[in-house]
């Protein structure tokens, strides 16, 4: 059992992994994943106020406002109160990672190198169920029956923003955006950087770093 308090930032561009890796950080070390996308994702298939206020700028290849984003992270990071979590997709700038400071410690900052060139190749072939936010990846992570959740059996839908003229967008913003936030971090001595072009190869290394700083 793993009983220390400790809080993560995953960063990494659009289809690097950042979810999968959180999965497991999550089935390893017991915390919980906060991820911007999913939270936007949710509500915009309840079709809530803010659901659809993310829906056009998500399909343009544009990000959510910052006051938006901020605002619904803050909150939900209210919500889990005394617990473990990492987070996904938040802080995206340095304003937001000043918010955050400001409010909670966070203990380490994950960043996933991949190639641009793997992120577009891997983001075509990915599929989700849209309202479990259950992710598949046709050749790695296949449905158990094509074209089905493997919960559910409800259809799989490819995201607007999984298109690959949208994720090139999304990668270009991502490098102009994230890069001073990375650096932000780097001199608070918090960034740990992990390179490669597969899940699979990431993972043993994010897991032998986060063991090493967790207690059990």
């Known amino acids: 059992m793993y009983t220390k308090i400790f809080r993560t930032v995953i960063i990494g561009a659009p289809g690097s992994g950042k979810g999968t890796i959180s999965e497991l950080i999550v089935k390893t070390y017991g915390c919980l994943h906060i991820s911007t996308g999913d939270i936007l994702r949710q509500n915009i298939v309840k079709n809530t106020e803010l659901g659809r206020k993310a829906k056009q700028f998500i399909a343009d290849g544009q990000l959510v406002p910052d006051e938006i984003v901020t605002k619904t992270m803050l909150a939900r990071i209210t919500e889990v109160g005394n617990k473990s979590y990492i987070l996904d997709g938040f802080p995206r700038n340095i304003a937001q990672a000043e918010a955050l400071a400001a409010r909670e410690q966070i203990d380490a900052v994950i960043s996933l190198n991949i190639p641009h060139n793997v992120i577009i190749d891997r983001v075509k072939n990915r599929w989700i169920h849209a309202p479990s936010g259950r992710v598949y990846n046709i050749g790695f992570h296949d449905p158990k029956v094509p074209g089905q959740d493997d919960v559910t059996g409800e259809p799989l839908t490819q995201r607007e923003d999984d298109k690959p003229d949208v994720v090139a967008k999304r990668l ?13 971090y780097e001199k608070k001595g918090l960034v740990a950087s992990f390179k490669g072009q597969k899940t699979k190869e990431i993972w043993p290394r994010v897991e032998l770093f986060l063991r090493d700083r967790i207690n059990v």
Not at 172 to 184: H, K, N, R, T
């Open 172 to 184: 270009q913003l991502y490098d102009e955006l994230m890069s001073p936030v990375i650096a932000w």
